[in-house]
């Protein structure tokens, strides 16, 4: 298996209130596990809960058969990393259910701090085109 270069710690959190967030992250040796609809129905009843309980509001998505690509914006005591913990092991969870595989995720995410519209334009053009590249 290829080794990837560790990546430098994360800064502290100095990002304006209320930041869009746009991420990325991958299941365990890129298998296709995820592209089902009841993946895609325990994804939105994880939103769902984040934006009623806790004011986390996710956007636009888009579920590979691989990864997954989102858009989220969350509250003042938002901690991305926290809560993308959370929904790998909620979505894990629903992945066991039906019988697939007991490790789900490669470790960690990316994320990128979208800074303006036209970021936002750039990250969702990319991962709306994404699944016709993917052909």
């Known amino acids: 298996m290829r080794e990837y270069p560790k990546l430098p ?3 502290r959190w100095i990002f304006p209130q209320h930041s869009v967030f746009f991420v990325t992250f991958c299941t365990y040796q890129r298998r296709k596990l995820i592209a089902a609809d009841s993946v895609n129905a325990a994804f939105v009843a994880f939103a769902r809960h984040a934006y009623s309980q806790h004011n ?3 956007g ?3 579920i590979m058969p691989d990864h997954l690509y ?3 914006c969350g509250s003042d005591d938002f901690e ?5 913990g959370v929904l790998k092991q909620n979505l894990a969870k629903q992945i066991e259910h039906s019988g697939r595989t007991s490790v789900v995720w490669q470790r960690g ?3 990128h701090l ?3 519209d036209e970021s936002y334009a ?3 053009n990319y991962v709306r085109e994404n699944p016709v590249r993917a052909d």
Not at 80 to 84: A, P
């Open 60 to 62: 636009r998505y888009v």
């Open 80 to 84: 991305l990393g926290r809560w993308i």
């Open 56 to 58: 986390i509001a996710v």
């Open 114 to 116: 979208l800074r303006s």
């Open 70 to 72: 989102l858009f989220v």
């Open 109 to 111: 995410f990316f994320d």
């Open 9 to 11: 710690p994360r800064l």
């Open 122 to 124: 750039q990250k969702w």
